[in-house]
Structures are given as structure tokens and as C-alpha cells.
């Protein structure tokens, strides 16, 4: 007697293509200097930026087999679509706003591939340090010093950081709820101080890998004389200041500039409240777009959206913490900087983070970026296997 119970069919998985970094990223980004050296009109840059979003978002739908790295790439893109194109191409013009202070003549005179060079510089200086649109949170130039010495320094940094990866990525490893996820996984699911430490080991890979990556470009850039040790201050800036807006990254020229831009259509002075808090939320509202319509896609289109809430939350976050300062300084006549105001602001962020953080990993973890290996080789696992043996 035949089985009367019908088989349910595998669900299909749409195939995607390997992605290609040339093509999407490594020409696109060469075109857009070469389009900025031209000074071209708005009616030209506007075509060039339709023809560059497609490029962009085209991207997504392809892969590079590994989620972390389609989240990692997807962001990439992001970035290159909001922070660079959408900046550069509709709201600035490089050539003539903008100036680094090692410039000596008008950029606009140079040779074309001169300005051609001058505007990818640009292109890869969203904080701008240097140039006349650094952005204030920059961290204090380095001491001059001998260009051997800086190098020596910054490939320690690199060591470091990648040792601090290792051991985050080796807890990550180590936790079966990153690497073996039940459904619906949470990383509250395993108490508040495993939660504290599952968010910090999840946030250190991208901190410690666009360090070291920073680190990497400084030391090739000045080994290579292109630019000097004090043009490369640190890429973050010390956790002892971590007591106040530690999301509060998105302080970049490209980003503030669209603030600007949303603040001038509203009719609202700057330097007022009005002014500052609709950049805050205009910024964090861009990068929540970046992450979710860019890193969550490329992981895949049921992601859409999925860390959204994660970075629009930051804004409000800092509202709720600058309303704090300023009803508990008016009140107890402290100083915004001092002991009490620090303590507590610690306490602040971390009640912060591990209020905000499920929103940013729970999604990922559920996703399999957990099963992501990050690093090629891990010391701090070599030890642990070999101390097992003891």
C-alpha cells in the first residue's frame, strides 16, 4: 500500500554567484576619483552616481560563501554607496570645498592624475584627518618620530589587536550558542554576565579588524613615503573616555554633512538644539540603512532590516543620556567631567549595551555568522590544545 503521506519538498536556495571584488569594489572605487578629478557639473555626476548604485546594490546579490564576510562586504558597500558616493557626488564638491593642509598649490591646477590622487585621498579619509573637514573626535596626532619607529610601533599594534581578535573570536569559537545556535538563539539566554561577555567578544572583531587594517595602511603608506607618522593618529580613541556615547562613531564628515544638509532644508541654526540632535538622528538613521538594507541583505534578503533597530536605538540612547547629565549636573552642581558624572556614565553604558546589543547579534547568531572562522591561524587556540594534553 503506497504511503499516503506526502513528502515535503527541501526548501530551494536560491544559487548566487561568487562575488568579485575587482568589479565591485576595487573599480568602482577607482572610477569615482577619476569622475571627481573631472570637476564634472551635477548633471554628470548625477548620471555617473545612477550607474554607481547600481554597481552597489547589484552586489548584493551575489556572495562570497562565508556570511560574515557577505555581512562584512555588504557593509563595504554600504559604505561606499551612502559615505562616499551619496556624499561626494550630490552634496560636496571636492575640489573646490575641500583642502589638506599639506597642500601647497590649488588642487584644480595640478594634472589630472595628480587630482586624480588628491580625490581618491578623499574618498578613503571619512574623518578627514588632515583636511579641512576633520571631523572633532579625531584622537591627538602622534609625537613626531622617526618614520622606523612609527612603523615598529604601529606593527606591535598590529599584534596586539590581532591577538585581542583571537581571543574573542576563540570564546566565540568556544560558545556553542555562536556555533551551534538553538532556534531562536539569544545571547540573554545565558545569563547577564555571559551576555556582557558574548556582546564584548562580538564587538571586538570589528574593532580590532579595522584596526589592524588601519594600522596595515599607515604602515605601507609611510614605509612607502606617501605621508608621515603624525597624519595617522589612532583609529579609536582611549576606553578610558568610554563613559559617555561609546556608539557615537558616526561622527564622520559624510554623514554630518547630510545632517547639514536636512537641518538647512528645515530652516534650523546651527549650534542649536534643533540643529544638533536632528544630526544625530539623521546620522545614526543612515548607518542603521547602511547596515540593514546593505550587511543584513547581503546575508540574505529574509535579514532585511534585522540590526535596524539596533543602530537607530543609539540615537535615542544618547538622548536619554545627554537629558540625564544635564538634570543630575543641574541638580547636584557637579561638573559634567567629574568622578561621580564618570562612574556613573560607565554604569550608563553598560546598561546600555547590554540593553541594546541582543538587538545587533541575536539576528546574526540565528543567521550563522557564529560559524564564521575569522582568523587563518589562532594562537590562542594552539595553547589551549596544547595545555590540554598536559
Known sequence: ????????????????????????LILPDLLLAIVL??????????????????????????????SMQDYSIG???????????????LFAEPLVQYRHREDKDEPRKRSFWRRALWTWCIVHSPRGIGWNYQVLSVPPRPLPCSKWAFIRSRILQVVKFYILM????????????????????????????????????????????????????????VGLGFSNPEDWPDTYGTWKHA????????????????????CRKLGFQPGTWYSSYTQLYVAFFISAVLQSCFGDVMVGWEYLGA????????????????????????RTG????????????YVWVAFWMSFSLPWYIDWAVN??????????????RYVLRALSFL
Open 75 to 89: 557593509s563595504t558597500l554600504g559604505g561606499q554607496f551612502f559615505t562616499a558616493a551619496t556624499h561626494l557626488l
Open 334 to 345: 557637579l561638573r559634567n567631567r567629574s568622578r561621580v558624572n564618570k562612574a556613573i556614565g
Open 243 to 262: 563613559y559617555t556615547k561609546i556608539l557615537a562613531s558616526n561622527d564622520s564628515t559624510i554623514l554630518t554633512s547630510i545632517g547639514k544638509f536636512v
Open 367 to 380: 543567521a550563522g555568522l557564529g560559524r564564521s572562522e575569522v582568523l587563518p591561524f589562532s594562537p590562542v
Open 307 to 330: 540590526s535596524f533597530p539596533f543602530f537607530v536605538s543609539q540615537a535615542f540612547g544618547i538622548t536619554f543620556e545627554d537629558i540625564a547629565i544635564h538634570l543630575f549636573t543641574k
Open 1 to 24: 500500500m503506497p504511503n499516503s503521506t506526502a513528502a515535503v519538498p527541501a526548501p530551494v536556495v536560491p544559487f548566487r554567484s561568487s562575488f568579485p571584488v575587482v568589479p565591485y
Open 37 to 66: 578629478a573631472f570637476g564634472l557639473n551635477f548633471r554628470f555626476r548625477l548620471v555617473f552616481y545612477t550607474l554607481f548604485s547600481y554597481v552597489c546594490i547589484s552586489g548584493l546579490l551575489l556572495t562570497t560563501g562565508d
Open 166 to 221: 583571537d581571543i574573542a573570536q576563540s570564546y566565540i569559537r568556544l560558545n556553542t550558542l555562536f556555533t551551534n545556535p538553538p532556534p531562536n538563539a539569544t545571547i540573554t539566554s545565558q545569563g547577564w554576565l555571559l551576555q556582557m561577555v558574548s556582546g564584548a567578544a562580538w564587538m571586538t572583531t570589528p574593532y580590532a579588524g579595522m584596526s589592524m587594517q588601519y594600522c596595515l595602511f599607515a604602515v605601507a603608506s
